[in-house]
């Protein structure tokens, strides 16, 4: 049996297969609105066979964006054109769910291809919020210290996310709680230096993450799966820790969060990472084996027989295709032919096929 290709059931949701596609910024946005790019390149990745396509970073608030290019759900006129992306994402099949997202601070950053530099003032560039009045980097802009007020916004931010991303279609909700960004930083200790109760102690500076979960999780349809991304590790002395992550997800599990999404990294610049093939599966595995909750597994998993692998041996529930399936959008279709699995192909490319 080849697991990489049973459905995958969470809640009412069921999904045809074990292959998601990693949420990835795409800075084809203005205004938050998503355009035709979106429909384009997340329709493309639906019609290539992933069980679920996951949106890019969605930001709850305009300066909870990464920049100004990124996608936004934090108006109600946002909800049409995603409406757009997840209809047609339904008709091919596959699954649609959205990452909500606050960049914290990282945000006000220009996108990649205009330089990544911190925006100024006459570039449109705004200030950002964290747990503390730390920056991420000499580079990077202080971030004003989010008050108790705050606080209570950016959870309300998420919640409103949440009603709009269900009324856009979405199927699945993802947190981002990962890579340096505004969940991130009040969870680790590197960026959280606060002393109230949202800082200082692991029951602290998971709070807010824990209150956001509380939010979504009333917002969303019982039906309806949620998913969280975390940064499994810091990668350096004194920060977050494969073992925090176990621990937290004990307490996700209870506050009814279906999946651990496992990346890791990006809240410090300087951390030593041993990057290569699968290098972040063995904390889905931990995880998953020490705790029972569903997790995803992402991390250069390119090729069909090591997701595969990675599945069958229960290291993961699901694999997250990032870069990819920027490659080959139709990386399902091909690992199913290459893992001897017969799935439908569109209608409309049934010709090309390959026959076994
Ligand atoms: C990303 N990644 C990412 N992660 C995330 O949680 N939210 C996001 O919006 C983005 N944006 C993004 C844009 C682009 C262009 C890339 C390449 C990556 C990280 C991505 O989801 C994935 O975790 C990593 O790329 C590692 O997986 P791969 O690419 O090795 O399969």
């Not at 969470?10 to 800075?27: A, H, K």
């Not at 610049?269 to 597994?297: C, H, K, N, S």
């Not at 959008?329 to 001897?340: C, Q, S, T």
Request: proline fraction near 6%.
């Amino acid at each position: 049996m080849i697991h990489l290709f049973q459905p995958f059931t969470q809640r009412g949701l069921s999904l045809r297969n074990r292959l998601i596609i990693s949420p990835m910024c795409q800075y084809s946005s203005q205004e938050g609105f998503s355009t035709d790019w979106h429909v384009v390149h997340l329709g493309s990745r639906a019609v290539g066979g992933a069980g679920l396509v996951l949106l890019e970073a969605a930001a709850v608030s305009p300066e909870g964006r990464i920049t100004p290019d990124d996608l936004g759900i934090w108006q109600d006129e946002h909800v049409p054109g995603l409406r757009r992306i997840t209809d047609f994402i339904r008709t091919q099949g596959g699954a649609s769910g959205i990452q909500l997202a606050h960049a914290g601070r990282k945000a006000s950053h220009a996108s990649t291809w205009k330089g990544s530099h911190t925006l100024t003032p006459a570039e449109g560039g705004w200030t950002t919020l964290g747990p503390s009045a730390r920056p991420f980097s000499d580079e990077y802009p202080m971030p004003q210290a989010l008050d108790k007020a705050g606080i209570q916004q950016v959870i309300e931010d998420f919640r409103q996310a949440t009603r709009r991303a269900v009324a856009a279609g979405f199927e699945v909700i993802e947190l981002h709680a990962a890579h340096g960004y505004l969940l991130h930083e009040f969870m680790s200790p590197l960026s959280n230096e606060r002393t109230d109760e949202y800082g200082g102690a692991f029951e602290n500076r998971v709070r807010l993450l824990l209150e956001v979960v509380a939010a979504t999780r009333a917002e969303l349809p019982a039906a309806q799966p949620l998913w969280v991304r975390i940064s499994a590790t810091d990668w350096t002395e004194g920060g977050w820790t494969g073992d925090d992550s176990v621990r937290l997800a004990v307490l996700l599990k209870e506050a009814g969060v279906d999946l651990l999404d496992c990346s890791t990294g990006g809240n410090v610049p300087q951390a030593d990472i041993p990057v290569g093939p699968g290098y972040q599966v063995r904390f889905a595995e931990q995880v998953r084996r020490e705790t029972g909750l569903a997790t995803g597994a992402v991390g250069l998993i390119t090729d069909a027989r090591q997701a595969e692998q990675i599945v069958a041996t229960g290291q993961a529930d699901v694999v997250l295709l990032g870069r990819e399936s920027l490659r080959d959008p139709y990386f399902p279709l091909h690992a199913a032919h290459e893992l001897g699995v017969d799935v439908p192909w569109p209608v409309q490319y049934e010709r090309a096929k390959p026959r076994r």
